[in-house]
């Protein structure tokens, strides 16, 4: 029996829920900048907060918060941790 879940955006993570990168999407210097900012594969983030209408969220990265658009997060996918 696995334990490990279908990989989903981290838009679609609940707040207070953390997850494992399993790849970061996008084009250009969008993707370029998503990794930048610490967002890479096997990394640990924790979706902290999301504004009142749900954009933006904030994450928990490498020990910092990071504000993301939905948009954004919708380009990076994610297995959900128990």
Do not use: F
């Amino acid at each position: 029996m696995s334990t490990e879940t279908a990989p989903i955006t981290l838009s679609h993570v609940p707040i207070g829920q953390s997850a494992t990168i399993v790849r970061v999407g996008g084009e250009g210097m969008t993707r370029r900048r998503l990794l930048d900012m610490g967002l890479t594969t096997g990394e640990t983030v924790t979706v902290e907060r999301a504004a009142p209408l749900g954009d933006p969220i904030e994450v928990l990265v490498k020990g910092y918060h990071l504000s993301l658009r939905k948009q954004e997060a919708g380009q990076i996918l994610v297995e959900v941790q128990p």
